[in-house]
């Protein structure tokens, strides 16, 4: 039950923040313009609070459910975790403050700290996969981490074929082609998913003992959780027609 | 600095840094909330104007309190694994709650209220904002109970050096956790009315064109601020009943009780120095006292200025006054947050796991490294929030980009 409950929320946020993030890396290559880089932002914009915070509750399920195993993954993968969370808020930043500000600097300056935090994101989730995954450290774990890299940056993309119209939409269709693009997204999807379940696999996934109380709430919550979600899907449900607040 | 030293600098930091934006972030979302009420029971334009203006302001803080509170949610493994292994079955189980009935459904819902405005049905909008209040409101709760349980152990037994969990009642009716979940949440109207009777003032001062909406907005923050400093000495009173002995003799100052629970503690845990920082102690409790005083001694007649509706559109002196008054409540948490904090040392968890045994195996190296990269996030972060609340709060009503359709529309660029 425990264990269900962390998988839940940790491949929850790989497919769906995953795709926040490989859009967030292709923002030079699908936004060629300003106002192009804010359109494709619109893509992901309603979307990106509720699916990062898939891993919010990653973190509170570790806390409550597995907290030694918590202590072991996050202190001891330490300078991964920090750059992680410094990419994780330079990238928050990056989205939240390019339209507080009207003025092209300031907009290419947070679009910036935007892509390198989505890659920094991006290339320490593939560094942190493999060391858990392969026990891989050091230089030679750049190799794995590119792989995950690329993997989010594809996910990205086919995540934005399904909300971009347009010569945005055809760039970001550059890797599926004339395949179906809800297709193409199912197996970007499938892919982080089957890392993550790996990397699952290869965790000492040993429940601490809150778990007789704690887990049958998360698992009532969890539904609530879902829905809350779903009326986000369901009111922007529509391709991207224009820019949005950010 | 030893390695433990340099932890807690950045647990302090980040913590506090947090503290700052969930402070205005607490008592803003309560009063966008009421106006937003308001303006969709009347579909009065003012009130809307209000709700967008507050609420531009808000999220710009909002998101400055989401980026630091990621952060914060992964420093208790990052850098105390010594604390979560040792009770993390307990308190956790707060933490867990607060990332899943909180933060999660909070997120969700802001989401939704940013991007849904002009999209969603009004009432449906309005529910929204709620949800958002109530979480936000949640969240205080949960990691209060987390806080409570560190200050003020209950609910809990010791199996094999760990603790488990047994009473979760008993956890969240702690009352050092229940009195300070009221004590922060009231300060929190207090900052957000003082802040928005400021920012209205600073208005009302340069006679600018919106003097409906900021009479309104000066009314509505002085009438909760003040409510709010008498609840929040309420509780602040009350929490000195649930304090630890250490915290108590300290705040006292008297070498005869500092030295009795020494002995006390010595006969309990062996030779230490089982106190906490005495001058640190009482300097902060001494700020949040003083602040407390100088805001209740300018709400009070503020209170009652604000009801002379001349006073509130002429006397630019008050004016003048209640803008600079906009620091002052966030001086008071930070304080009251050092005294409770500080207070507690030298243990994690009162009486059961020192300060230092609760941290991570970490070397100096690490530590400096994440110290220096989550202050100099965190510290731009702050400016920047600063300089941006600042910018928009001058700009007044006419130029919220929240809650207007957009602008801009994009211009395709040939691809050739």
């Given at each position: 039950?425990?264990?269900?409950?962390?998988?839940?929320?940790?491949?929850?946020?790989?497919?769906?923040?995953?795709?926040?993030?490989?859009?967030?890396?292709?923002?030079?290559?699908?936004?060629?313009?300003?106002?192009?880089?804010?359109?494709?932002?619109?893509?992901?914009?309603?979307?990106?609070?509720?699916?990062?915070?898939?891993?919010?509750?990653?973190?509170?399920?570790?806390?409550?459910?597995?907290?030694?195993?918590?202590?072991?993954?996050?202190?001891?993968?330490?300078?991964?975790?920090?750059?992680?969370?410094?990419?994780?808020?330079?990238?928050?930043?990056?989205?939240?403050?390019?339209?507080?500000?009207?003025?092209?600097?300031?907009?290419?300056?947070?679009?910036?700290?935007?892509?390198?935090?989505?890659?920094?994101l991006a290339l320490s989730w593939g560094g942190l996969l493999s060391h858990?995954?392969?026990?891989?450290?050091?230089?030679?774990?750049?190799?794995?981490?590119?792989?995950?890299?690329?993997?989010?940056?594809?996910?990205?993309?086919?995540?934005?074929?399904?909300?971009?119209?347009?010569?945005?939409?055809?760039?970001?269709?550059?890797?599926?082609?004339?395949?179906?693009?809800?297709?193409?997204?199912?197996?970007?999807?499938?892919?982080?998913?089957?890392?993550?379940?790996?990397?699952?696999?290869?965790?000492?996934?040993?429940?601490?003992?809150?778990?007789?109380?704690?887990?049958?709430?998360?698992?009532?919550?969890?539904?609530?959780?879902?829905?809350?979600?779903?009326?986000?899907?369901?009111?922007?449900?529509?391709?991207?027609?224009?820019?949005?607040?950010? | 600095?030893?390695?433990?030293?340099?932890?807690?600098?950045?647990?302090?930091?980040?913590?506090?840094?947090?503290?700052?934006?969930?402070?205005?972030?607490?008592?803003?979302?309560?009063?966008?909330?009421?106006?937003?009420?308001?303006?969709?029971?009347?579909?009065?334009?003012?009130?809307?104007?209000?709700?967008?203006?507050?609420?531009?302001?808000?999220?710009?803080?909002?998101?400055?309190?989401?980026?630091?509170?990621?952060?914060?949610?992964?420093?208790?493994?990052?850098?105390?694994?010594?604390?979560?292994?040792?009770?993390?079955?307990?308190?956790?189980?707060?933490?867990?709650?607060?990332?899943?009935?909180?933060?999660?459904?909070?997120?969700?819902?802001?989401?939704?209220?940013?991007?849904?405005?002009?999209?969603?049905?009004?009432?449906?909008?309005?529910?929204?904002?709620?949800?958002?209040?109530?979480?936000?409101?949640?969240?205080?709760?949960?990691?209060?109970?987390?806080?409570?349980?560190?200050?003020?152990?209950?609910?809990?037994?010791?199996?094999?050096?760990?603790?488990?969990?047994?009473?979760?009642?008993?956890?969240?009716?702690?009352?050092?956790?229940?009195?300070?979940?009221?004590?922060?949440?009231?300060?929190?109207?207090?900052?957000?009315?003082?802040?928005?009777?400021?920012?209205?003032?600073?208005?009302?001062?340069?006679?600018?064109?919106?003097?409906?909406?900021?009479?309104?907005?000066?009314?509505?923050?002085?009438?909760?601020?003040?409510?709010?400093?008498?609840?929040?000495?309420?509780?602040?009173?009350?929490?000195?009943?649930?304090?630890?002995?250490?915290?108590?003799?300290?705040?006292?100052?008297?070498?005869?009780?500092?030295?009795?629970?020494?002995?006390?503690?010595?006969?309990?845990?062996?030779?230490?120095?089982?106190?906490?920082?005495?001058?640190?102690?009482?300097?902060?409790?001494?700020?949040?006292?003083?602040?407390?005083?100088?805001?209740?001694?300018?709400?009070?007649?503020?209170?009652?200025?604000?009801?002379?509706?001349?006073?509130?559109?002429?006397?630019?002196?008050?004016?003048?006054?209640?803008?600079?008054?906009?620091?002052?409540?966030?001086?008071?948490?930070?304080?009251?947050?050092?005294?409770?904090?500080?207070?507690?040392?030298?243990?994690?968890?009162?009486?059961?796991?020192?300060?230092?045994?609760?941290?991570?195996?970490?070397?100096?190296?690490?530590?400096?490294?994440?110290?220096?990269?989550?202050?100099?996030?965190?510290?731009?972060?702050?400016?920047?929030?600063?300089?941006?609340?600042?910018?928009?709060?001058?700009?007044?009503?006419?130029?919220?980009?929240?809650?207007?359709?957009?602008?801009?529309?994009?211009?395709?660029?040939?691809?050739?």
């Open positions: 039950m425990e264990i269900f409950v962390l998988a839940f929320f940790a491949l929850g946020y790989l497919v769906l923040a995953g795709a926040d993030i490989g859009v967030g890396m292709a923002l030079p290559y699908l936004g060629r313009s300003a106002a192009e880089r804010r359109e494709v932002i619109a893509a992901i914009a309603p979307f990106y609070l509720g699916n990062e915070v898939w891993l919010v509750a990653v973190a509170g399920v570790l806390a409550g459910l597995f907290p030694e195993l918590e202590g072991e993954l996050l202190s001891g993968n330490h300078t991964l975790v920090v750059l992680l969370l410094v990419a994780w808020v330079t990238r928050d930043a990056g989205l939240w403050l390019r339209g507080r500000v009207p003025g092209a600097r300031w907009q290419a300056f947070w679009d910036g700290a935007t892509v390198a935090g989505s890659w920094g858990v995954l392969l026990g891989i450290q050091g230089p030679l774990a750049a190799l794995p981490a590119l792989a995950v890299a690329a993997l989010f940056a594809a996910h990205g993309l086919t995540f934005a074929t399904l909300r971009l119209r347009g010569v945005l939409r055809e760039r970001a269709a550059v890797l599926s082609g004339g395949a179906g693009e809800a297709r193409t997204y199912a197996l970007t999807s499938a892919a982080l998913l089957a890392v993550g379940v790996l990397a699952g696999l290869r965790l000492p996934l040993e429940p601490g003992t809150a778990g007789p109380l704690l887990a049958p709430i998360v698992l009532t919550l969890i539904p609530f959780l879902v829905a809350a979600q779903a009326w986000v899907w369901w009111t922007f449900r529509h391709r991207v027609t224009g820019p949005s607040y950010l | 600095m030893d390695t433990v030293e340099l932890a807690r600098l950045q647990f302090a930091l980040t913590a506090g840094a947090h503290f700052l934006f969930v402070a205005l972030t607490l008592g803003l979302a309560t009063l966008v909330a009421v106006v937003q009420t308001r303006a969709t029971f009347s579909g009065d334009p003012v009130h809307l104007r209000m709700t967008r203006f507050w609420g531009q302001l808000y999220v710009i803080n909002y998101a400055m309190g989401i980026v630091t509170g990621l952060v914060m949610e992964f420093q208790l493994g990052l850098a105390w694994s010594g604390l979560t292994e040792y009770a993390g079955d307990v308190f956790g189980a707060a933490l867990a709650m607060e990332t899943l009935v909180a933060f999660f459904v909070e997120s969700t819902f802001l989401g939704l209220w940013i991007f849904g405005w002009n999209k969603l049905n009004r009432w449906a909008h309005l529910a929204v904002i709620w949800v958002v209040t109530l979480t936000a409101y949640a969240s205080a709760f949960w990691i209060m109970v987390a806080n409570g349980f560190l200050q003020n152990p209950l609910g809990h037994v010791l199996e094999n050096g760990r603790l488990r969990l047994v009473d979760f009642g008993a956890m969240v009716a702690n009352p050092a956790a229940q009195v300070a979940f009221g004590h922060v949440l009231a300060a929190a109207m207090v900052t957000g009315g003082f802040f928005v009777a400021g920012v209205s003032a600073y208005h009302l001062r340069r006679r600018t064109a919106e003097r409906d909406v900021f009479r309104k907005s000066l009314r509505i923050g002085l009438g909760v601020a003040l409510p709010g400093l008498f609840v929040t000495a309420t509780f602040g009173g009350l929490g000195f009943e649930t304090m630890q002995p250490g915290k108590i003799a300290a705040w006292s100052g008297s070498a005869e009780r500092l030295a009795a629970v020494q002995a006390e503690m010595t006969a309990l845990h062996g030779p230490g120095d089982h106190l906490p920082p005495v001058e640190v102690v009482q300097t902060a409790g001494i700020t949040m006292l003083v602040l407390f005083a100088v805001m209740l001694f300018l709400g009070g007649p503020s209170f009652l200025l604000m009801l002379v509706r001349p006073v509130v559109h002429g006397f630019r002196l008050w004016h003048g006054l209640l803008t600079l008054m906009i620091p002052l409540p966030f001086a008071a948490m930070l304080a009251g947050w050092v005294f409770r904090e500080v207070g507690r040392q030298p243990w994690a968890v009162d009486g059961l796991l020192t300060t230092a045994e609760a941290m991570s195996p970490l070397s100096h190296g690490q530590v400096v490294f994440s110290l220096t990269a989550f202050s100099a996030v965190f510290g731009a972060l702050i400016v920047i929030n600063v300089w941006l609340l600042g910018r928009h709060a001058r700009r007044g009503p006419g130029a919220v980009a929240l809650g207007d359709r957009p602008i801009e529309a994009p211009v395709p660029v040939p691809s050739f």
